[in-house]
């Protein structure tokens, strides 16, 4: 399965973004999903999840209440909605697979990028203030 995330641009703060994630390959719905972000001169961080049939969301404490992150399987595309955007929510966004579980709570334990394949190519959001 390859991935591509589109999306991204130049907003101001307060604003909204819908990023995407398209992926290709027939056994893309029988993987959890999960969208990651990297600020300059920071370490890659988790956003937010979802598990294989989109039952089941994870979005990280700094973004809950302003992003939510679905999947519509019929067209192997994995959304990550952005709203009330801040500055801070400046980075470049990535789409990978969970190719070891199927979804859960320790996508909150900090050592989750070691779980996550088949990465995108990232998408630039820049919010100004």
């Known amino acids: 399965v390859q991935l591509q995330a589109s999306g991204g641009g130049l907003v101001q703060a307060g604003a909204f973004l819908r990023l995407s994630c398209a992926a290709s390959?027939?056994?893309?719905?029988?993987?959890?999903l999960g969208w990651f972000r990297q600020a300059p001169g920071k370490e890659r961080e988790f956003v937010a999840g979802?598990?294989?049939?989109?039952?089941?969301?994870y979005i990280t404490d700094s973004v809950k209440g302003r992003f939510t992150v679905f999947r519509d399987n019929a067209r192997n595309t994995v959304y990550l909605q952005m709203n009330s955007l801040k500055p801070e929510d400046t980075a470049v966004y990535y789409c990978?697979?969970?190719?070891?579980?199927?979804?859960?709570?320790?996508?909150?334990?900090?050592?989750?990028?070691?779980?996550?394949?088949?990465w995108g190519q990232g998408t630039q959001v820049t919010v100004s203030s």
């Open positions: 990978a697979l969970d190719h070891c579980t199927r979804g859960g709570s320790h996508y909150y334990s900090g050592d989750v990028l070691r779980l996550f394949g088949s």
């Open positions: 390959g027939r056994t893309f719905s029988s993987y959890a």
């Open positions: 979802v598990s294989a049939n989109g039952d089941n969301t």
